[in-house]
Structures are given as structure tokens and as C-alpha cells.
């Protein structure tokens, strides 16, 4: 009998060793799912921090393209008001670097912040993941020492009651096997249908998280953008109000400028005449003739070309200087001559000719690109543009 008693205490044994591996099994499952879902929501926060920091980027970019073109609309509009315009373009540009600063900053805030409130949720589920996985080995534990204490006490009456009752207890002890088997099972089914249900909460809190910091940067963006438009609409007042006045000043200088014009006219038509007659009285003198140089100039997107008809033997006297988007020709040359005459008389002739033509171009000219040639008695200058 004491040999049935230790093959029955043998496999009792092994049953609560397989119970011991099943549920260790299920906790590393559970470990392990709950590891993965960590994994996945850290994910799936930091795709939606990532999404949200473009979005916040692009309407950053979008807002800042509106005002730039605003500026620039502002800037056409204000040029015809001279001094005063450039200093209140240069403040709003100043305000509107401000505001983008500030914008920034307080998108990286609340960035941060919904970045903690994730990590303190994931803090909190980790938190009651663990205590339901406690409270599962507890309750795991207090079972199987329920049974075993049973165990003992069907031993104990098993070696009163003999064979008859061993038979009994196997019966019994294999009801009460199915029964927590069948209890664990329900246990489990209950802990995966809670982890979901929680699962599928924090899904659905973060949902309405994110669309209402979603419709507050919206809300900011639009109410920023109403007060931007209003203080337009009141420097446009200003300024119109400051281009009547200045308007007016200048229409009485104006005025007083054709008055004056047309006392300078009529002066300038007396010297005018006397002048024509001086002319007309030294027309036939060649010493007055007037001679020019006759540049020929070809633009093109990247260089200017420029060509002079200059004789071969003078093309050394042809300098050609730049400022800015102006090209300067100087051409300077002396003749000194003597001739003496039959009679004994001797004549001197010693002349200085400078020609200065001045040409400009639509765009600005580098100086240290020129390059000079000269063919058939043209002088050829190539100078890049800037």
C-alpha cells in the first residue's frame, strides 16, 4: 500500500511540476507581449511626433511664404514713400522673424510635453501590467497550495480508508485537476480580453489627444493670422493717410517749381540764341569741330561686348574703365608737327585730342573679366556680368 501511496505522491508531484511550467510559460508570454507592445507603441509615438513635426514645419513654411509675399507686396506699395517705408519694412521683417521664433518655440514645447504625458502612460501601463501579473502568480500560488494541502488530507485518508479510498481520491483529484485547469484557462482568456480593452483605450486616448493639439495649432495659426492681417490693414491707413499730406507738399512745390522753370526757360532760351549765334559765327572754324567716338554695345544675359572703330596705330590711346553698370572710353592722343616754308617762316602745330563717351548697360560689370582684341581696325572688349 505505502508503495501505491508514493507512485500516487510521484505523479501528484509531476502534475503540480508541469502546472508550475504551464504557468511560468503563460507569465514569459505575457512578459513578452507586453515587451512587444511596448515596442509598438514607442513606435507608433514616435512616427506620430515625427508626422506631427512636419506638419508643423510645412505650416510654419506656408505661414512664413504668405508673409514674405505680404512683405513684398508691402514693400512695392511703400517705395514710393521713400525714407519712411524702409525703416518700417526692416521692423517687419524684424516682427515677423519674432514671431516665427516664437511660434517654433512653443511648437517644440508642446512637443515635448505630449511627449511626456506618452512616457507617463507608458509608465502607468507598465505599472498595472506588472501588478496584474503579481496578482496572477499570487493567485497562482495560493492555488496550488489549496491543493496541495488537499492533497494531503486525501493522503491522509487514503492510508485510513485503504484501497477502496485510494480509488476514490484519484477520482477526486482528477475533478479537481480539470477544475483549475479549467480555471486557469479562464484566467488567461480574462487577462488577454483586459490587455486588449486597455489596449484599444490608449489607442483611442491618444486619438482625441492629437486632433485637439491638432485643432488648438490651428486655432493659434488662424487667430496670429487675423491679427498679422489687421495690423496691415492699419499701417495701409497710416501710410495712406502720411502719402495725402506728403502729396500735397509736393504738389505745392511742384508749383513753386514750374514758376521757377519757366523763369529758367526764358532764360535759358535768351542764352540759348546768343549762344546759336556764337556757334554759327565759329561752325567754319575747324578748331571747333566736334568729333566723336562711335561705340557699337551687344548685352547679352552673362557679358556685355563693346566695339570701337579706332585706326591701328592709335589703338594704344583707347583706355576703357568701369563703374558699376557703366562702361567709360577715354581715348587720348597729341600731334606735334613743324613745317617751314620757302619764305623761312616756320609753322608749329601741337594738338590734343580726348574723347570721353560714357555707356550704360542694363546690368552690373566685372572689371576684372574684360579681355581686349583688336581685327580691321575695330577694338573689341568682352567684360562679364554680375
Not at 278 to 284: F, I, K, L, P, W
Request: proline share 2%; charged share 35%; hydrophobic share 25%.
Amino acid at each position: 500500500m505505502s508503495a501505491g501511496i508514493r507512485d500516487i505522491e510521484r505523479l501528484n508531484s509531476r502534475q503540480l511540476e508541469n502546472v508550475k511550467r504551464r504557468q511560468d510559460r503563460e507569465i514569459k508570454t505575457l512578459e513578452n507581449s507586453h515587451q512587444n507592445y511596448k515596442a509598438e507603441l514607442k513606435k507608433t509615438h514616435d512616427s506620430e511626433i515625427v508626422d506631427i513635426q512636419d506638419q508643423n514645419l510645412r505650416q510654419i513654411a506656408n505661414e512664413n511664404h504668405k508673409k514674405e509675399k505680404v512683405l513684398e507686396e508691402m514693400k512695392a506699395h511703400l517705395e514710393n514713400s521713400q525714407k519712411l517705408t524702409d525703416k518700417e519694412l526692416k521692423a517687419l521683417k524684424n516682427m515677423t522673424v519674432e514671431e516665427r521664433d516664437k511660434l517654433h518655440t512653443k511648437l517644440v514645447e508642446e512637443r515635448l510635453k505630449v511627449n511626456e504625458d506618452h512616457e507617463l502612460y507608458l509608465d502607468e501601463l507598465n505599472y498595472r501590467f506588472q501588478n496584474k501579473s503579481k496578482q496572477v502568480n499570487q493567485e497562482g500560488k495560493s492555488q496550488i497550495e489549496d491543493m496541495t494541502q488537499n492533497m494531503r488530507t486525501n493522503y491522509s485518508e487514503q492510508e485510513a480508508y485503504y484501497n477502496n479510498k485510494i480509488n476514490q481520491q484519484k477520482n477526486q483529484f482528477n475533478e479537481t485537476y480539470s477544475k483549475e485547469t479549467n480555471k486557469q484557462k479562464t484566467i488567461k482568456d480574462q487577462t488577454e480580453r483586459q490587455f486588449k480593452a486597455d489596449r484599444l483605450a490608449t489607442n483611442q486616448r491618444q486619438q482625441i489627444e492629437i486632433a485637439k493639439l491638432t485643432t488648438t495649432h490651428t486655432d493659434a495659426v488662424k487667430t496670429r493670422d487675423t491679427e498679422f492681417r489687421k495690423g496691415l490693414k492699419e499701417q495701409d491707413v497710416f501710410f495712406e493717410k502720411k502719402f495725402e499730406h506728403n502729396l500735397g507738399t509736393h504738389n505745392e512745390h511742384l508749383k513753386n517749381l514750374d514758376e521757377v522753370h519757366d523763369k529758367v526757360l526764358v532764360k535759358m532760351k535768351t542764352d540759348l540764341s546768343k549762344e546759336l549765334i556764337a556757334s554759327q559765327n565759329r561752325a567754319n572754324d575747324p578748331f571747333y569741330e566736334f568729333t566723336e567716338l562711335k561705340p557699337r554695345v551687344n548685352e547679352y544675359p552673362d557679358r556685355v561686348e563693346i566695339h570701337v572703330p579706332v585706326p591701328e596705330h592709335a589703338k594704344q590711346d583707347l583706355q576703357i574703365t568701369f563703374n558699376g553698370k557703366e562702361a567709360i572710353l577715354n581715348f587720348n592722343r597729341r600731334y606735334n608737327d613743324s613745317k617751314k616754308s620757302e619764305d623761312g617762316t616756320v609753322n608749329k602745330v601741337n594738338k590734343i585730342e580726348t574723347f570721353n563717351t560714357r555707356i550704360q548697360t542694363g546690368s552690373y560689370l566685372d572689371p576684372k573679366s574684360v579681355k581686349g582684341t583688336y581685327n580691321d581696325g575695330i577694338m573689341s572688349y568682352v567684360v562679364k556680368t554680375t
